[in-house]
Protein backbone atom coordinates (compact mmCIF):
# COMPACT_ATOMS: atom_id res chain seq x y z
CA UNK A 1 0.00 0.00 0.00
CA UNK A 2 1.85 3.33 -0.86
CA UNK A 3 0.83 6.16 1.40
CA UNK A 4 2.01 8.69 3.85
CA UNK A 5 2.27 7.90 7.63
CA UNK A 6 2.58 10.20 10.50
CA UNK A 7 3.56 9.09 14.12
CA UNK A 8 2.25 9.50 16.95
CA UNK A 9 -1.06 10.18 15.93
CA UNK A 10 -2.20 11.82 19.28
CA UNK A 11 1.32 13.48 21.33
CA UNK A 12 1.57 15.47 24.80
CA UNK A 13 4.34 17.62 25.29
CA UNK A 14 5.12 19.15 28.56
CA UNK A 15 6.81 23.09 28.75
CA UNK A 16 10.08 23.29 27.85
CA UNK A 17 10.41 19.90 26.06
CA UNK A 18 11.53 19.21 22.50
CA UNK A 19 9.07 16.82 20.48
CA UNK A 20 9.92 15.05 17.16
CA UNK A 21 6.90 14.51 14.55
CA UNK A 22 7.47 11.10 12.19
CA UNK A 23 6.42 11.06 8.62
CA UNK A 24 7.58 8.61 6.35
CA UNK A 25 5.88 7.81 2.39
CA UNK A 26 6.81 5.17 -0.11
CA UNK A 27 5.35 7.18 -2.69
CA UNK A 28 8.89 7.57 -4.25
CA UNK A 29 7.64 11.43 -3.84
CA UNK A 30 10.68 13.54 -4.15
CA UNK A 31 9.07 16.70 -2.45
CA UNK A 32 8.06 16.90 1.24
CA UNK A 33 5.76 19.45 3.15
CA UNK A 34 4.86 20.03 6.84
CA UNK A 35 1.84 22.34 8.09
CA UNK A 36 0.14 23.25 10.69
CA UNK A 37 -3.46 23.47 11.15
CA UNK A 38 -5.24 25.57 14.21
CA UNK A 39 -8.55 25.62 14.94
CA UNK A 40 -11.15 27.61 12.27
CA UNK A 41 -7.60 28.26 10.49
CA UNK A 42 -6.37 27.32 6.88
CA UNK A 43 -2.91 25.25 6.76
CA UNK A 44 0.30 27.35 7.37
CA UNK A 45 3.39 25.86 5.58
CA UNK A 46 5.99 25.21 8.55
CA UNK A 47 8.67 24.03 6.20
CA UNK A 48 9.24 22.12 2.85
CA UNK A 49 11.90 20.50 1.43
CA UNK A 50 11.87 19.88 -2.70
CA UNK A 51 15.13 16.85 -2.15
CA UNK A 52 16.73 14.98 -0.22
CA UNK A 53 19.47 17.20 2.03
CA UNK A 54 17.72 20.49 1.06
CA UNK A 55 14.52 22.09 2.85
CA UNK A 56 13.41 25.87 3.06
CA UNK A 57 11.53 27.55 5.60
CA UNK A 58 7.94 28.26 5.15
CA UNK A 59 5.24 30.81 6.79
CA UNK A 60 5.80 30.32 10.27
CA UNK A 61 9.52 28.20 10.41
CA UNK A 62 10.38 29.77 13.97
CA UNK A 63 10.40 27.00 17.10
CA UNK A 64 10.45 24.31 14.36
CA UNK A 65 13.29 22.36 12.87
CA UNK A 66 13.47 19.67 10.08
CA UNK A 67 15.69 17.12 8.31
CA UNK A 68 15.62 15.51 5.39
CA UNK A 69 18.81 12.66 5.08
CA UNK A 70 16.36 10.04 3.43
CA UNK A 71 13.94 11.04 0.47
CA UNK A 72 11.22 8.90 2.70
CA UNK A 73 11.28 10.80 5.30
CA UNK A 74 10.99 14.11 6.80
CA UNK A 75 10.53 14.71 10.65
CA UNK A 76 9.49 17.54 12.27
CA UNK A 77 11.00 18.81 15.29
CA UNK A 78 9.14 21.50 17.58
CA UNK A 79 11.11 22.71 19.83
CA UNK A 80 10.88 24.53 23.32
CA UNK A 81 10.94 27.76 21.33
CA UNK A 82 7.68 27.34 19.75
CA UNK A 83 5.58 29.31 22.13
CA UNK A 84 2.25 28.03 21.05
CA UNK A 85 2.91 24.27 19.57
CA UNK A 86 -0.67 23.22 20.15
CA UNK A 87 -2.00 22.54 16.72
CA UNK A 88 -3.03 19.60 14.61
CA UNK A 89 0.28 18.90 12.01
CA UNK A 90 0.05 17.68 8.80
CA UNK A 91 2.72 16.06 6.53
CA UNK A 92 2.40 15.83 2.72
CA UNK A 93 4.33 15.00 -0.39
CA UNK A 94 3.74 16.23 -3.90
CA UNK A 95 2.87 13.95 -6.70
CA UNK A 96 2.46 14.53 -10.56
CA UNK A 97 0.90 18.16 -11.47
CA UNK A 98 2.19 19.73 -8.40
CA UNK A 99 -0.48 17.60 -6.65
CA UNK A 100 -0.27 17.07 -2.39
CA UNK A 101 -1.34 14.18 -0.38
CA UNK A 102 -1.61 14.49 3.19
CA UNK A 103 -0.58 12.10 5.39
CA UNK A 104 -3.53 10.99 8.63
CA UNK A 105 -1.70 14.01 10.90
CA UNK A 106 -0.93 14.26 14.33
CA UNK A 107 -2.29 16.25 17.24
CA UNK A 108 0.01 17.48 19.18
CA UNK A 109 -1.25 19.63 22.67
CA UNK A 110 1.04 20.79 25.59
CA UNK A 111 0.25 20.42 28.99
CA UNK B 1 0.58 38.52 -0.43
CA UNK B 2 -1.04 35.96 -2.65
CA UNK B 3 -4.22 35.12 -1.61
CA UNK B 4 -7.08 32.48 -2.07
CA UNK B 5 -10.54 33.52 -0.59
CA UNK B 6 -13.00 31.17 0.08
CA UNK B 7 -16.99 32.09 2.11
CA UNK B 8 -16.62 30.64 5.25
CA UNK B 9 -19.93 28.73 5.47
CA UNK B 10 -21.55 27.26 6.54
CA UNK B 11 -23.49 26.03 3.61
CA UNK B 12 -26.84 24.20 4.15
CA UNK B 13 -28.58 22.25 1.47
CA UNK B 14 -31.06 19.32 1.23
CA UNK B 15 -29.79 15.57 0.58
CA UNK B 16 -30.38 15.23 -3.53
CA UNK B 17 -29.56 19.24 -4.10
CA UNK B 18 -26.91 20.90 -5.77
CA UNK B 19 -23.93 22.47 -3.63
CA UNK B 20 -21.75 25.22 -5.39
CA UNK B 21 -18.46 26.30 -3.25
CA UNK B 22 -16.69 28.91 -4.64
CA UNK B 23 -13.02 30.43 -4.92
CA UNK B 24 -11.21 33.63 -6.06
CA UNK B 25 -7.53 34.08 -5.75
CA UNK B 26 -5.50 36.43 -6.34
CA UNK B 27 -2.66 35.77 -8.08
CA UNK B 28 -3.40 36.01 -12.04
CA UNK B 29 -0.50 33.81 -13.27
CA UNK B 30 -1.60 30.74 -11.31
CA UNK B 31 -1.90 27.83 -13.57
CA UNK B 32 -2.87 24.98 -11.07
CA UNK B 33 -5.93 24.32 -9.01
CA UNK B 34 -7.24 22.14 -6.37
CA UNK B 35 -10.56 21.36 -4.29
CA UNK B 36 -10.35 18.79 -0.80
CA UNK B 37 -12.23 17.59 1.39
CA UNK B 38 -11.80 17.56 5.03
CA UNK B 39 -14.22 15.73 7.20
CA UNK B 40 -13.88 16.86 11.28
CA UNK B 41 -10.68 15.94 12.91
CA UNK B 42 -9.07 14.37 9.30
CA UNK B 43 -6.01 15.03 7.39
CA UNK B 44 -7.31 16.92 3.89
CA UNK B 45 -7.98 15.00 1.10
CA UNK B 46 -7.85 15.62 -2.91
CA UNK B 47 -11.44 15.79 -5.08
CA UNK B 48 -9.96 17.47 -8.20
CA UNK B 49 -7.79 19.64 -9.52
CA UNK B 50 -8.02 21.11 -13.01
CA UNK B 51 -5.31 23.51 -14.97
CA UNK B 52 -7.44 24.73 -18.02
CA UNK B 53 -10.33 27.23 -18.30
CA UNK B 54 -13.74 25.47 -18.37
CA UNK B 55 -15.44 22.25 -16.55
CA UNK B 56 -14.17 18.87 -15.62
CA UNK B 57 -16.34 16.13 -14.44
CA UNK B 58 -15.55 13.35 -12.17
CA UNK B 59 -18.67 11.47 -10.88
CA UNK B 60 -20.43 14.12 -8.90
CA UNK B 61 -18.47 16.86 -9.04
CA UNK B 62 -17.39 19.22 -11.70
CA UNK B 63 -14.65 21.64 -11.38
CA UNK B 64 -15.28 24.91 -12.64
CA UNK B 65 -12.26 27.56 -13.61
CA UNK B 66 -12.59 30.77 -15.12
CA UNK B 67 -8.89 31.99 -15.35
CA UNK B 68 -10.05 36.00 -16.98
CA UNK B 69 -12.35 36.20 -13.64
CA UNK B 70 -9.50 34.71 -11.56
CA UNK B 71 -12.33 31.98 -9.89
CA UNK B 72 -12.72 28.78 -9.90
CA UNK B 73 -15.76 26.35 -8.53
CA UNK B 74 -16.82 22.99 -7.41
CA UNK B 75 -20.17 21.83 -7.56
CA UNK B 76 -21.24 18.59 -6.15
CA UNK B 77 -24.87 17.43 -7.75
CA UNK B 78 -27.16 14.81 -5.41
CA UNK B 79 -24.92 16.01 -2.16
CA UNK B 80 -25.23 13.44 0.53
CA UNK B 81 -24.91 13.48 4.22
CA UNK B 82 -21.58 12.19 4.03
CA UNK B 83 -20.56 15.44 1.96
CA UNK B 84 -20.51 16.89 5.10
CA UNK B 85 -17.48 18.67 5.63
CA UNK B 86 -14.90 21.39 4.68
CA UNK B 87 -13.57 22.29 1.32
CA UNK B 88 -10.60 23.42 0.79
CA UNK B 89 -9.11 25.15 -2.75
CA UNK B 90 -5.64 25.90 -3.12
CA UNK B 91 -3.93 27.40 -6.04
CA UNK B 92 -0.26 26.95 -6.92
CA UNK B 93 2.25 29.70 -6.19
CA UNK B 94 4.22 30.63 -9.36
CA UNK B 95 6.94 32.64 -7.60
CA UNK B 96 10.26 31.09 -7.98
CA UNK B 97 10.46 27.12 -8.32
CA UNK B 98 9.04 26.66 -5.12
CA UNK B 99 5.61 24.52 -6.40
CA UNK B 100 4.10 25.95 -3.03
CA UNK B 101 0.10 25.91 -2.58
CA UNK B 102 -1.77 28.35 -1.38
CA UNK B 103 -5.00 27.70 0.44
CA UNK B 104 -8.35 29.31 0.97
CA UNK B 105 -9.48 29.01 4.72
CA UNK B 106 -12.04 26.47 3.34
CA UNK B 107 -15.99 26.25 2.96
CA UNK B 108 -17.95 24.29 5.86
CA UNK B 109 -20.61 22.46 3.69
CA UNK B 110 -23.88 21.12 5.65
CA UNK B 111 -25.73 18.45 3.80
CA UNK B 112 -29.08 17.77 5.33
CA UNK B 113 -31.42 14.88 5.45
Known amino acids: DGGITQSPKYLFRKEGQNVTLSCEQN?????MYWYRQDPGQGLRLIYY???????QKGDIAEGYSVSREKKESFPLTVTSAQKNPTAFYLC??????????FGPGTRLTVL | QKEVEQNSGPLSVPEGAIASLNCTYS??????FFWYRQYSGKSPELIMF??SNGDKEDGRFTAQLNKASQYVSLLIRDSQPSDSATYLC?????????????WGLGTSLAVNP
Open chain 1, 27 to 31: LNHDA
Open chain 1, 92 to 101: ASRGGGDTQY
Open chain 2, 50 to 51: IY
Open chain 1, 49 to 55: SQIVNDF
Open chain 2, 90 to 102: AVIDNAGNNRKLI
Open chain 2, 27 to 32: DRGSQS
